[in-house]
């Protein structure tokens, strides 16, 4: 059985790593600042390193990220940064800013697990603590490589005397898609330049691909309990509504447009057979290819969720003198459709070009074949180039983000770097495994010194900025924004997370 590299080795590797002049665009060149900014990086590598890895061990779940969330906050403290706790109603939310005025360059931070993936960084299927969280989206990194960033730009801003701002949001429950969602809403982006965000991958590129709008919302049905066996005739069942709800969404699904997407748990099913459910709750996502696709699809699952009440409870139905409650939607979220920039996304591609992929050692390859080997994927390891840039979007997106409500405010670019093996899916034990390896954190590193790099660009680049804003500008034509959650939605969790 192949043993992970220890994080002694992983470190030692990462001081040999300093940037060498090996960018094939002739066009981008290290710059001093640029240099300042990726020194900074590496100076701090078992600083953000050690962060990475106790987010990692952590793995907590949307909205409880307490400790993860304080770790990094303190961190950007302990460098200069001011950090407001607490933004938008969430405790783990947090703005970090150094400098004034603009340009403005934006990072952010994600430090949420998921449900139920917690994984050893071992190369087979082995459960660290049953039933806890595991970062197989690999947020531990995203969170402590954009403050890696942040950091490094800081640096670079100060010793080489560039102008400007440089924030950090620390942004909770990305996995609930909460946390942009809300402070967007509230404003905390209304005057960002550029915002420049990443995610950790199985590849190094930027891409300009769409994602789904999605809608987040639990319907709770209401019935009349009685005794399942003795007399379910004065019983009304609420799992009734809720079964009836799944059948008529699952008709649905033929005549929907192919884009679109419906999936669900049920988070409230009763509480024992021989009761019938006073009360049933299913938590879906709705998804269509935009916006207004998603919208369309909502306002036929609301018809639905009419017509499985009014099957559960037939002639009793809108009567409260026999125990009749209407069935509640409660909205959690809603993410847009990505708007990508693609004066942005050169702009970083040539840094991700310039700062190079991580090298990895023979070590981490073979972890990462056993990796694709147990997914059943091409056993190629790590990816080591950089994807060339495609200015054409994928025709079909896939998932969803909370970035992209982000990005209707500002320019906006996602990267990505190998921190998993090629082809291994994100949300998995596979993934959760990976986020937590050496060659994860080196790339998480590499992730830095680009968006420092790219963040460097901004600020001294005032072509740059005006080419993202002109796109940026035409492209809100298509589509004014309007934030999906009222001022009266409080940041939430469906039923079962919160406890109650
Ligand atoms: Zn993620």
């Known amino acids: 059985m192949h043993k992970p590299h220890t994080f002694r080795t992983c470190l030692a590797l990462l001081v040999a790593s300093v940037p060498t002049l090996r960018a094939q665009d002739a066009a981008l060149e290290w710059t001093e600042p640029k240099r300042t900014a990726a020194a900074a990086v590496d100076a701090r590598a078992e600083t953000l390193v050690d962060a990475s890895r106790r987010i990692w061990e952590l ?5 409880k990220e307490h400790r993860s969330s304080e770790l990094l906050a303190a961190l950007l403290e302990q460098e200069g940064f001011t950090v407001e706790r607490g933004v938008s109603d969430m405790p783990t939310a947090f703005v970090a800013s150094y400098g004034e005025g603009h340009p403005i360059v934006a990072y ?4 949420d697990a998921l449900p139920g993936l917690s994984q050893r960084v071992a190369p087979v299927i082995d459960v660290l603590v049953p039933g806890a969280g595991g970062h197989g989206c ?3 990194l995203f969170g402590a490589g954009s403050v890696g960033a942040g950091i490094a730009l800081k640096a670079a801003m100060q010793k080489h005397d560039l102008a400007g701002t440089v924030r950090v949001y620390g942004t909770p429950a990305e996995e609930q898609g909460i946390g942009k969602v809300f402070m967007v809403r509230d404003g905390l982006f209304d005057d960002v330049d550029a915002c420049l965000s990443w995610h950790p991958s199985n ?7 769409p994602s789904k709008a999605l809608r987040s919302f639990e319907v709770t049905f209401y019935g009349r309990s009685a005794h ?3 007399a379910p005739w004065k019983g009304v069942s609420a799992l009734d509504a809720v079964e009836a709800f799944e059948t008529g969404l699952n008709l649905l699904r033929e005549h929907m447009p192919e884009s679109a997407r419906i999936h ?3 988070t409230d099913g009763g509480q024992a057979p021989n009761v019938i459910p006073a009360r049933a709750s299913i938590w879906l996502f709705t998804r269509g290819k935009d916006w207004p696709e998603e919208e369309q699809v909502y306002e036929h699952v609301l018809k639905i969720v009419e017509g499985a009440d009014l099957m559960a409870w037939g002639e009793e139905h809108g009567r409260p003198e026999r125990g009749y409650r209407a069935p509640e939607v409660d909205v959690f979220t809603g993410l847009y459709h990505y708007n ?3 004066a942005a996304a050169r702009a970083v591609h040539a840094n991700l070009v310039l700062v190079g992929p991580a090298d990895y050692t023979e070590a981490e390859h073979v972890f990462a074949r056993h990796l694709q080997t147990a997914f059943e994927v091409e056993p190629d390891g790590m990816h080591t180039t950089v994807t060339p840039f495609d200015p054409d979007a994928a025709p079909e997106p896939g998932g969803s983000t909370d970035v992209a409500n982000v990005s209707w405010i500002c320019p906006t670019i996602d990267l990505s770097v190998a921190n998993w093996p090629q082809d291994v899916p994100a949300h998995s034990w596979a993934s959760t495994a990976a986020s937590g390896s050496s060659a994860a954190y080196k790339a998480m590193l590499v992730a830095s010194k680009v968006l420092a790099a790219a963040g460097v660009d901004v600020l001294t680049k005032p072509e740059l ?3 993202m804003r002109a796109e940026f500008e035409e492209q809100s034509k298509t589509f004014p924004y309007v934030s999906p959650v009222g001022p009266e939605v409080m940041p939430g969790l469906p039923s079962h997370m919160r406890g109650d």
Do not use: I, K, T
Request: glycine residues 6%.
């Open 59 to 63: 793995a907590e779940l949307a909205l």
């Open 108 to 111: 952010l931070a994600e430090f």
């Open 138 to 140: 690999g947020h531990n």
């Open 203 to 209: 590849e190094n590129s930027v891409s300009v691909d």
């Open 228 to 230: 399942a066996a003795g």
């Open 264 to 266: 669900y748990v049920v």
């Open 340 to 342: 990508p920039n693609h």
């Open 465 to 467: 900025v005006r080419a």
